[in-house]
Every structure is written in structure tokens, then in C-alpha cells.
């Protein structure tokens, strides 16, 4: 009698990328977030977050997280926007939050500079067109180079797919143009290449993604799922802002929020926090606590001071944590789970 193999099994995973600058701006951001990575070793191919035992951390490429993830023996992973959308497959990956904040690109065809009349893609068409073969282009994105090249009518297109550094591939002559992701565009200007300017394919930057199967299937991946998502959410919304104390004379609290209403920044977020100042012998003094965004800083003490604000503190705010956070319930939402669902996580 034959035995099946069987693929099921009972732990929790998260892939992170396993090189280059991007895995450690991963290893920084989860860090920031209250998710440090423990990983004694750094030869080691597993590591954990002391604060989720449940889940074990693996490291891969970029594009083998995406694949993993697809696949199912990886339940969440942190990847690039542009490779999701490349091997994504058939919606078996559900993105949980589509922008981290940080390893920021584009993915943009691109030509080399001497071509000075290929300024966009209505040009490529027309050269496309003048010459006696298949326009080449090299690329890591056929998928996305392809349905960009078929939008913009440029039907004759022969796609190298190419590893490493495509940069070279024109001055070679394997490659007319190439379809490749720019940050600064330094490489571009050193290479004498430059983007067509309607050329973008897409923006990406990384992404937190997930198996929809397990999400649905598995009560404590989407347990794992939920955690995730309140410490990085509340994390990245607290990034842009500043927790800001200052003591203030005043007839009540409702009489000095009544002040505060006549300003434009220091309303809070939901209202300011306004307490008795108990040890002062004159009962008339009040702590004021509001957030409000760090860009307007500078404007916010301004406008306390003016309604008499003074002794203010300043500090920062690691976490804005919220009843349910939107992206919880998407993605109970996207998986066919309600609100008795999350109010049972």
C-alpha cells in the first residue's frame, strides 16, 4: 500500500529577505516596530521574535518569498511591491499592508542616452517599428514588462530575461533597452542610460504579505496575522508623530480645550488630554497632552504658547494603537471573516 506524502504542517513562518541592504533595513524596521529578530548566528538560515515564540523566521531571496508564500510553505513574508506583482500568481498572496515606508523604487523602461530622440514610449513604438527585427528587451519583470509594452501598443518585443546587472546590456548588444528597477538613478547617469519619461511600470517599495489559505484555514496563523499588523500599523502610525506635554492656567478643562479648539494644529488627535496639575497650591493649573504630527512641531508650540501654554516636553511616540486596525480588518474582510470574527482575535 503507498503511503501519501503530505505537506501539512504545524508551524508559523515568516520569510525576510536574506541579503543586501534591503535585508537589513527589514531587520531595522521590524526592530523599530517592537519585532526584534534573535538571531545568535548570523550563518543561521531560521531566527525568532522573542515576543511571537509561535512564529519561526527564515530567510530567503526576495523572489523566493514571493513564490513561498504563493506556494504555502511560508505563511508571511516581507518582499518588494514589484515582485509581488511579478510572480504573485492567482491570488493565492494577500498583501496586508502594501507600503512599508521604506526600500522605495521604480520600475521603468529605460533607454540608453545616445538614442536622443526615444523620449517616450510613443517614440520606442516609432523605432520599434523603423527596425528589421524584434525590439529586445532585458529584464527580471517579463510578466510586468510584457503587459506594459502590450498597453502602450508595442506588440514586437523580444524579452531577455537576465540576472544580475542589466545596466550593461545595451553597450554589450544583447539588449536594445532594458525594463529595470531605479532608485536614485545614479547607475542609470554612470551607464549613460536614462527612463523614458512615461516609461514607470510601477512604484514598489516592500510589502508585508500572507497566505489567504492559512490566514482562512489556521486560527492561530491568523492570530500571528493580527499581531503582526497591530505592531507594525500602530508603529508606522506613530512614525510621523510627537507626544507633546505642557502645563497651562486655566478656569477648567473644558475652558482651556475651548482655547485649544481656536488653533489649527493642537486639537489632538482626538481632543487634547487635560488633567489637574495637583500639586501647585494654585488649583487653576492644568497638563495638557496631545499627539500631533512631527512636521508641525515647530507650529504646535508656537500655538500653545499663544493661549499660555509653558514648561513644554516633547517626546517620541513608538506606537498609535487603535479599537481595530483598518488593515485587521481588511484583511479578516479579504478572507471572508466579519466582525464577530475580529471581535473574537
Avoid at 33 to 55: F, V, Y
Avoid at 216 to 239: C, T, W
Wanted: charged share 25%; glycine share 8%.
Amino acid at each position: 500500500m503507498e503511503v501519501a506524502l503530505t505537506t501539512q504542517r504545524n508551524d508559523i513562518r515568516l520569510s525576510l529577505p536574506s541579503k543586501g541592504r534591503l535585508a537589513q533595513e527589514t531587520m531595522d524596521f521590524l526592530a523599530a516596530a517592537g519585532l526584534h529578530i534573535k538571531k545568535p548566528n548570523p550563518r543561521q538560515l531560521t531566527a525568532s521574535i522573542p515576543i511571537l515564540p509561535s512564529l519561526t523566521v527564515l530567510f530567503q531571496r526576495p523572489g523566493d518569498i514571493v513564490v513561498s508564500v504563493r506556494d504555502g510553505s511560508v505563511d508571511f513574508g516581507i518582499t518588494g511591491w514589484d515582485i509581488l506583482q511579478e510572480r504573485g500568481g492567482n491570488g493565492a498572496v494577500l498583501p496586508l499592508l502594501p507600503q512599508l515606508g521604506y526600500g522605495q523604487c521604480s520600475l521603468n523602461v529605460i533607454v540608453p542616452e545616445a538614442h536622443t530622440s526615444l523620449k517616450n514610449m510613443a517614440n520606442l513604438v516609432e523605432w520599434s517599428e523603423s527596425l528589421k527585427r524584434p525590439l529586445r528587451a532585458a529584464t527580471k519583470f517579463p510578466s510586468l514588462a510584457s503587459r506594459f509594452f502590450k498597453q502602450h501598443a508595442l506588440a514586437d518585443v523580444r524579452l531577455i530575461e537576465a540576472e544580475g546587472a542589466l545596466e550593461a546590456a545595451p553597450a554589450i548588444g544583447y539588449a536594445d533597452i532594458i525594463v529595470d528597477l531605479v532608485s536614485t538613478g545614479t547607475t542609470l547617469r554612470d551607464n549613460r542610460l536614462r527612463m523614458l519619461d512615461d516609461g514607470q511600470v510601477l512604484e514598489s517599495e516592500t510589502c508585508l504579505i500572507a497566505n489567504r489559505k492559512a490566514l482562512r484555514d489556521r486560527p492561530e496563523v491568523l492570530e500571528i496575522g493580527r499581531l503582526l499588523l497591530e505592531f507594525i500599523e500602530g508603529h508606522l502610525r506613530a512614525k510621523g508623530n510627537v507626544s507633546v506635554f505642557a502645563n497651562m492656567r486655566g478656569e477648567s478643562p473644558a475652558a482651556i480645550a475651548a482655547r485649544m479648539y481656536t488653533q489649527d494644529v493642537i486639537g489632538g488627535l482626538e481632543g487634547p488630554t487635560i488633567s489637574p496639575v495637583v500639586n501647585r497650591l494654585d488649583g487653576n493649573w492644568y497638563a495638557v497632552h496631545i499627539i500631533v504630527r512631527r512636521d508641525k512641531l515647530a507650529r504646535a508650540i508656537s500655538e500653545l504658547r499663544a493661549i499660555g501654554g509653558s514648561g513644554v516636553v516633547v517626546t517620541r511616540v513608538d506606537y498609535i494603537f487603535e479599537d481595530q486596525p483598518d488593515a485587521v480588518k481588511a484583511m479578516l474582510a479579504a478572507i471572508g471573516k466579519g466582525d464577530a470574527d475580529a471581535q473574537a482575535l
